[in-house]
């Protein structure tokens, strides 16, 4: 069984820090996906990342999958309150495409 | 955002009892999902469809059972609730294609079994 291990568990910052989310695994993905969750609502997808050493930007959220496809990394330049969230990454296995998740990050930006 | 809707969105229900949780999407996406939260595990994979009438069994499938007679709508059955199935219930989507399978959530059920 493919497992993906995300750190940190939980993160508390300031508005203006920066923040890296890792997700790391022993074992190769297909792709890997990253979503945000608030509370009482479902995840909503961020990326999807394919390419081994795929680098995507959205915003002041920076995305990256290894040369490998073992891990990814979330970096996050200024945050803000809004920012405030369940990270999860999710790597896709098998030849139906379903999704392993992590246990996410949990993320507080303090005003 | 995707189509998806589940229903019902909130319910308490004794143990021993039948539960049903529908899933309906918009999207005519062919794979559909039920996973469940919890803390300190996350999102876990009850089961999936991959079409009309093909299911099969995820991570924790024990306890479940699934329907899919439309491509619209995907079923979950808890035949006999349990307290352990106290959880948020989340149905999944997704298309092929050549972006990795890429889910979409819908909101959520919280079902509470006392």
């Known amino acids: 069984t493919q497992l993906l291990e995300q750190s940190p568990q939980f993160l508390s910052i300031q508005e203006g820090e920066n923040l890296t989310v890792y997700c790391n695994s022993s074992?190769?993905?297909?792709?890997l996906q990253w979503y945000r969750q608030e509370p009482g609502e479902g995840p909503v997808l961020l990326v999807t990342v394919v390419t081994g050493g795929e680098v995507k930007k959205l915003k002041r959220l920076t995305f990256q999958f290894g040369d490998a496809r073992k891990d990814s990394s979330l970096h996050i330049t200024a945050a803000q309150p809004g920012d405030t969230g369940l990270y999860l990454c999710?790597?896709?296995?098998?030849?139906?495409?379903?999704?392993?998740f992590g246990k996410g990050t949990k993320l507080s930006v303090k005003p | 955002d995707a189509g998806i809707t589940q229903s019902p969105r909130h319910k308490v229900t004794e143990t021993g009892t039948p539960v049903t949780l529908r899933c309906h999407q918009t999207e005519n996406h062919r794979y559909m999902y039920w996973y469940r939260q919890d803390p300190g595990h996350g999102l876990r994979l009850i089961h999936y469809s991959y079409g009309v009438k093909d299911t099969d069994k995820g991570e924790v499938s024990d306890g479940y059972s699934v329907s899919r007679s439309k491509t619209e709508d995907f079923l979950l059955t808890l035949e006999s609730a349990t307290s352990s199935q106290t959880s948020v219930y989340f149905c999944?989507?997704?298309?092929?294609?050549?972006?990795?399978?890429?889910?979409?959530f819908g909101p959520g059920t919280r079902l509470t079994v006392l």
């Open positions: 999944a989507i997704s298309g092929t294609g050549l972006r990795g399978y890429t889910q979409y």
């Open positions: 074992s190769v993905f297909s792709s």
């Open positions: 999710a790597g896709a296995e098998g030849s139906q495409g379903n999704l392993i």
